[in-house]
C-alpha cells in the first residue's frame, strides 16, 4: 500500500502527439484545472512553463509546471529544447535553487557547467567538484569555492580521483592557512620592530641609526596591513612614539653637526677637485695630438685657479703633485712640438723623391745627393722617415742600376766596335749603321751618368776615326740600291713575258718580287720615279696576265670568309639569345668544341692558297669563344664551388645533434650533386671521394646511434622491470596508508622518469599493462588498508565510550545518596580508566568524549543535580542510540525486532522517496558515520538489548572487512 502511495498510479499508455500552440494555450486559459494540469504535462515550451510555475493560482499546477520546468531544462526529457536554448535560460535565470538542480542532475556537460559557474553555495560547489562525471567541470566548480569548510570537504572526497582538483584545493587550503596564520605572525614582527625602534639613539649613532630606521619603515610597511583590529592601534601609537623620539634626537644632533659638516664638506670636495685636476694633468701628459694637449692644459689651468682651499693638511701635497704632473705635461708638449716639425721635414722629402719617381728615367746625381743629405739630417727613430728612405731607396736603387747597365755596356763595346769596322770593312753600311747608333746613345748616357771620362775616352776617339768611312758607305749604299731595283724590273719585265709558266706561280713570284721592292724602300735610299714606273707597269703586266686566277683564289678567299662571317653570325645570335640561367651546360661544352672544330676546317681548305684569313674575322671569332670560355670557366668554378660546399655541408652534418634530420638532409645533399661542366678528371675524382668520405661517416654514425639505442632501450626495460618488482614488493610488505601512499609515489615518480625513454616495441605494451594491473592493486590494497584504519578509529573511540558508559552506569547506580568514599573511589576508578585510554585522532572526537568526561567529573563531585541531569542525558543518549541502531541494522542488512518492523519501514519509505525527489546520495549509507555517531553519543543508560542488537551490526559490518584479502599477486614478468 505504501508502494501506491509513494509512486501513484501506473502511466496509462500515451496519447497521440497534441500541437504545442494547443498544449500552451490549454495549459495558460483553460477553466479546469484538470485539464491545465494534463496540458502541462505534455508542455516542451520552457518559457511556457516557467509563467505558470510563477503565476498560476492553483499550488499543485505551479508544482508541477516546476517540476516540468526543471526536468527540460536538465535534459532528463526525451521533448527537451535544443542545448542552446536552455542554456541561454539557465545565463537569464538567478534562481540559486534552478541552478543547484541543473548543476547536480543536468546531463549535458555545458548545461552543468554554465550552472557551476553562477553557483554560490560552497557546499553544491563542492558536490559538483566532487561527483561531476566531466573533469573540466569539476575544476571549474573547486575553482569558485572558497569556503575552507567546503574546501575540506573536497579534499577528504575527491581522494586521488582527480589530481587536479585536489591539487587546487589543497593550493587553497594553504592559502587560507597563510592568511589566518598572517595576523598573529603580523603581532610579532610588530613588537620585534618596536623593540628595535626603542634601541635606535642608544649609542649616539645617529646617522647608521636613521638609515635603520628607514629599513623598519619599510618593514613596519609590510606588516601593517595585516595587524588584527584589537592590537592594530596600541601598537601602532607606540611604533611612532618611538620613531617620533628618535628624530626629535636625530634633529638635534643633525643641528648641531651642520656648520662643521658643511665646512668640512667644502673642503674636502675642494681637495677632490684638485685631486681630480692633478689626475686630468697627469693624464694629458699622456696624449699624442699637440693641439689637443694645448687646449687641455689651458683649461685645466683655469680650473686650478678658480678650485677652492683644500684641506690644510693636504694642501702642500696637493700643491707638489700638480707641480709635478704639469712639468711632465709640459716636456710632453715640447716632444710633440719637435715631432711635429720633424714629421713635416720627412713629409716634403718624401713628396720631393715621388715627384722624381714619378718622372721615369735616372735621376740626376746631383739631385740625388741634396735628398740624401735631407734624409740623413732626420732623426732614424721617426716613423715618417721609413717613407722617405723607402722613396729614397727606390730612387738610388734606380741610379745604381742604370750605372750598372752602363758599365756593362761599355764593357760590351769593344766587340761591337770590333764588328763596327768588320761591317764598314766589308761595306754592310745596313747593318753598320744601327751599331754606331748605339754606341753614341751609349756615350750619351754615359756622361750623365759622370762615369769616369778615362772609360770614355777611346771609345769617343774610335767613333771619330770611322766617321769619314762611314759617310762613304752611305753614299755607296745609295747607288747599289738602285742597281738592286733595276734588276728587280728586269725581273718582272721577264715575268711578264713567260707566258707558259703556271699562273700560279706566277703570281706567287710577282708578290715575292713586290716585298722584296718594299724592303728596300724602308732599308735603302728612296727610288727614283723612273724606275718606280718601269716596276708598277711590268708588275701591272703580271697582275693582268694572271688575273683569272687571282680571281678565282679571291673567290674561294670570298667563300670561305662568308661561311666564317656566318659561323660568327651564328655564335654571336647564340649569345645575345643565351639564357644563362637556365642554359644545359653539357650541351655549350659540346657546342664549344663543335665550333672550334668547324673553325679549323675552314682554315685548312686546300684551295686558301696559303692566304691568311682576315684579322677581322678571326679576331670576331675568338672574342665570341673567348666569352663562351669565360661563361664555362664560372660555370665550372660554381660548380666546383658548389661541390665543395657540398662536402663542407656533409661533413658539417657529421656533428649535428638530430641525427635523423641530419640523415635526411644527407641524402638531399646526395641528390644535389650533379656535375654541369667537368674540370680535370683527377679534381672530379677528388671531390667525390672527399664528398663519399663525409656521406659514409654519417650513416656509419647512425649505425653506432642504433646500436647505441638499442643497449639503452635494454636498460630502460630493465629499469621498468625493476620499478614493477619493487611495487609488488611494496604491495606485500606496507602496513599502513601511509607508507603504501609514500612508497607508491616515489616508484610512479621513477616510473614517469622512465616514460619518455625508449624501451623496445615489443615490450613496451607489455610494461604499460603491468604497470596498470600494479596501480589498480595498489588502489584496492590502500581502500582496504584505509577501511582497516577507520574501524581502528572505531575501536579507539568504542573503548573511550565504553569507559564513558561503565562510569556513568556506577554513578546512577547510587542513586541521591552522597555516599563520600563510593564517589571517591568512582573517581579514582575514572582518573585510572582514562590514564590508560588510548589518544584519539579525530579532535571532534575527542572534543565529545572530553564534555562527556567532564560531565561525569562534575557529577562526581557536584550537587545532586548534577547527577540529575546526567541522568537524563543518559536517556536522551539512549534513545538516540535507538534510532541510530535501527538505521544501522537497514545500512548492515540485519533484521530488526519484530515490534519495530513498523518504524524500520516508515524509515525505509522516508529514504527511498528521499533519493528520488532529490537524487542525492542515500544518508544512510557511511556507516562509518553512524558508528561514530553511536560512540559520541555517550554516556548512555546500559540496555542489553540494544547492545546485542549493536553486536549483531557490527558483526555483519566486519564481516566484509576480514573476509576481503589484498590482491598483492605480481603480474608475470617482462623478461629484460
Not at 212 to 237: G, N, S, T, Y
Not at 480 to 493: F, G, I, N, P
Request: glycine content about 4%; hydrophobic content about 50%.
Amino acid at each position: 500500500m505504501f508502494l501506491k502511495r509513494l509512486f501513484g498510479k501506473v502511466a496509462a499508455d500515451a496519447p497521440a502527439p497534441v500541437d504545442q500552440q494547443t498544449l500552451i494555450s490549454t495549459s495558460l486559459t483553460a477553466p479546469e484545472v484538470a485539464a491545465r494540469r494534463e496540458a502541462c504535462r505534455q508542455v516542451n515550451d520552457l518559457e511556457t512553463l516557467r509563467r505558470i510555475a510563477a503565476d498560476d493560482v492553483d499550488a499543485g499546477l505551479r508544482d508541477l509546471a516546476g517540476a516540468r520546468f526543471r526536468r527540460l531544462l536538465c535534459g532528463l526529457d526525451a521533448q527537451a529544447p535544443a542545448c542552446d536554448q536552455r542554456l541561454a535560460l539557465i545565463a537569464a535565470s538567478d534562481s540559486q535553487d534552478l541552478l543547484k538542480q541543473v548543476a547536480t542532475h543536468a546531463s549535458e556537460p555545458q548545461l552543468r557547467r554554465a550552472a557551476i559557474e553562477r553557483l554560490e553555495s560552497p557546499l553544491v560547489l563542492a558536490a559538483c567538484a566532487v561527483d561531476d562525471a566531466l573533469a573540466a567541470n569539476r575544476l571549474a566548480a573547486a575553482e569558485r569555492v572558497q569556503d575552507r569548510a567546503a574546501l575540506e570537504q573536497i579534499a577528504k572526497a575527491i581522494g586521488k580521483r582527480d589530481k587536479t582538483v585536489l591539487r587546487l584545493v589543497r593550493t587553497r587550503l594553504r592559502a587560507l592557512a597563510e592568511v589566518a596564520e598572517r595576523p598573529r605572525q603580523a603581532c610579532l614582527q610588530a613588537e620585534a620592530l618596536c623593540e628595535r625602534a626603542e634601541r635606535l639613539g642608544r649609542f649616539d649613532q645617529w646617522a647608521q641609526d636613521r638609515a635603520v630606521l628607514e629599513h623598519l619603515d619599510q618593514q613596519w610597511a609590510a606588516v601593517a596591513a595585516d595587524l588584527p583590529a584589537a592590537q592594530a592601534a596600541a601598537l601602532q601609537d607606540r611604533y611612532q612614539a618611538l620613531r617620533a623620539r628618535f628624530l626629535a634626537g636625530y634633529e638635534d644632533y643633525a643641528a648641531a653637526n651642520a656648520a662643521q659638516l658643511a665646512a668640512a664638506a667644502a673642503q674636502a670636495a675642494a681637495s677632490a677637485a684638485r685631486a681630480d685636476l692633478i689626475a686630468a694633468v697627469q693624464a694629458t701628459a699622456q696624449l699624442e695630438d699637440l693641439d689637443q694637449l694645448q687646449a687641455r692644459l689651458r683649461t685645466l689651468a683655469v680650473a686650478w685657479t678658480e678650485a677652492g682651499a683644500p684641506l690644510p693638511e693636504q694642501a702642500a701635497r696637493l700643491e707638489r703633485e700638480h707641480r709635478a704632473a704639469l712639468a711632465v705635461a709640459r716636456a710632453q708638449q715640447q716632444r710633440l712640438q719637435e715631432g711635429v716639425r720633424r714629421r713635416q721635414a720627412a713629409a716634403r722629402l718624401q713628396a720631393d723623391a715621388e715627384a722624381l719617381l714619378a718622372q721615369g728615367g735616372a735621376p740626376e746625381r746631383k739631385a740625388l745627393l741634396a735628398l740624401q743629405r735631407r734624409l740623413d739630417a732626420l732623426d732614424p727613430d721617426l716613423p715618417e722617415r721609413a717613407p722617405a728612405a723607402a722613396a729614397m731607396a727606390r730612387l738610388i736603387r734606380r741610379f745604381e742600376k742604370h750605372r750598372e747597365q752602363l758599365v756593362r755596356r761599355l764593357a760590351d763595346l769593344p766587340p761591337r766596335l770590333a764588328a763596327l769596322d768588320q761591317h764598314l770593312q766589308q761595306g754592310e753600311l745596313r747593318r753598320a749603321e744601327p751599331i754606331y747608333q748605339s754606341i753614341s746613345a751609349t756615350l750619351d748616357q754615359a756622361r750623365q751618368a759622370a762615369l769616369p771620362a778615362s772609360e770614355l775616352a777611346p771609345i769617343e776617339a774610335h767613333l771619330k776615326g770611322i766617321a769619314p768611312q762611314l759617310r762613304e758607305l752611305r753614299e755607296w749604299r745609295r747607288w747599289s740600291a738602285d742597281e738592286h731595283r733595276v734588276a728587280l724590273c728586269a725581273e718582272v719585265e721577264a715575268l711578264g713575258a713567260g707566258a707558259a709558266q703556271p699562273l700560279a706561280v706566277s703570281a706567287r713570284r710577282l708578290r715575292e718580287l713586290q716585298q722584296a721592292w718594299r724592303d728596300l724602300e724602308r732599308n735603302g735610299a728612296p727610288a727614283s720615279e723612273a724606275l718606280w714606273q718601269r716596276f708598277r707597269a711590268a708588275a701591272e703586266q703580271v697582275r693582268a696576265r694572271c688575273q683569272p686566277y687571282l680571281t678565282a683564289a679571291a673567290e674561294r678567299r670570298a667563300e670561305v670568309n662568308r661561311r666564317r662571317a656566318v659561323l660568327c653570325a651564328e655564335v654571336e645570335a647564340f649569345l645575345e639569345q643565351v639564357d644563362w640561367e637556365r642554359i644545359d651546360w653539357r650541351q655549350l661544352a659540346r657546342a664549344e668544341r663543335e665550333m672550334r672544330q668547324a673553325w679549323s676546317a675552314l682554315e685548312a681548305d686546300p684551295q686558301a692558297d696559303n692566304a691568311r684569313p682576315p684579322g677581322r674575322l678571326e679576331g670576331r671569332f675568338h672574342r665570341a669563344l673567348r666569352r663562351i670560355d669565360k661563361a664555362l670557366a664560372e660555370e665550372r668554378d660554381r660548380n666546383q664551388a658548389a661541390k665543395r660546399d657540398l662536402i663542407a655541408r656533409m661533413q658539417a652534418l657529421a656533428e649535428q645533434p638530430d641525427l635523423r634530420q641530419a640523415i635526411e638532409a644527407a641524402k638531399n645533399l646526395q641528390q644535389q650533386w650533379q656535375t654541369t661542366v667537368a674540370g680535370r678528371q683527377r679534381d672530379e675524382n677528388a671531390l667525390w671521394r672527399e664528398f663519399r668520405a663525409a656521406s659514409d661517416a654519417l650513416f656509419a654514425r647512425r649505425a653506432a646511434e642504433q646500436l647505441a639505442r638499442d643497449a639503452a632501450g635494454h636498460e630502460h626495460q630493465a629499469a621498468r622491470v625493476e620499478i614493477i618488482a619493487a611495487a609488488d614488493d611494496l604491495l606485500a610488505t606496507a602496513a599502513t596508508t601511509m607508507a603504501l601512499e609514500g612508497g607508491l609515489a616515489a616508484l610512479v615518480t621513477k616510473w614517469e622518469d622512465t616514460a619518455a625513454l625508449p624501451v623496445p616495441r615489443a615490450a613496451a605494451a607489455a610494461l604499460a599493462r603491468q604497470w596498470q594491473d600494479v596501480l589498480a592493486r595498489a588502489e584496492a590494497r590502500r581502500q582496504a588498508l584505509i577501511e582497516a584504519e577507520r574501524w581502528a578509529a572505531s575501536d579507539c573511540l568504542a573503548t573511550h565510550a565504553r569507559c564513558c558508559d561503565g562510569i556513568a552506569a556506577r554513578l546512577i547506580a547510587l542513586g541521591e545518596c552522597d555516599d563520600a568514599p563510593a564517589l571517591a573511589e568512582i573517581g579514582a576508578a575514572l582518573q585510572a580508566e582514562r590514564a590508560g585510554l588510548p589518544p584519539l585522532v579525530d579532535v571532534t572526537a575527542a572534543t565529545v568524549i572530553e564534555a562527556a568526561f567532564a560531565q561525569l567529573s562534575a557529577a562526581l563531585t557536584g550537587p545532586s543535580a548534577a547527577r540529575a541531569a546526567l541522568a537524563e542525558q543518559l536517556a536522551a543518549n539512549q534513545a538516540r542510540r535507538h534510532a541510530l541502531c535501527l538505521h544501522l541494522e537497514i545500512v548492515a542488512g540485519v533484521e530488526s525486532p519484530p515490534a519495530l518492523q513498523t518504524e524500520r519501514m516508515q524509515v525505509q519509505v522516508e529514504r527511498l522517496r528521499g533519493r528520488i525527489s532529490d537524487g542525492g546520495a542515500d544518508p544512510l549509507a557511511d556507516a562509518t558515520r553512524l558508528l561514530r555517531d553511536w560512540y559520541l553519543s555517550t554516556p548512555a543508560s546500559p540496555s542489553a538489548e540494544l547492545e546485542a542488537r549493536f553486536a549483531r551490526v557490527r558483526a555483519a559490518l566486519l564481516q566484509p572487512l576480514s573476509a576481503a584479502q589484498p590482491a598483492t599477486a605480481p603480474a608475470a614478468a617482462v623478461p629484460a
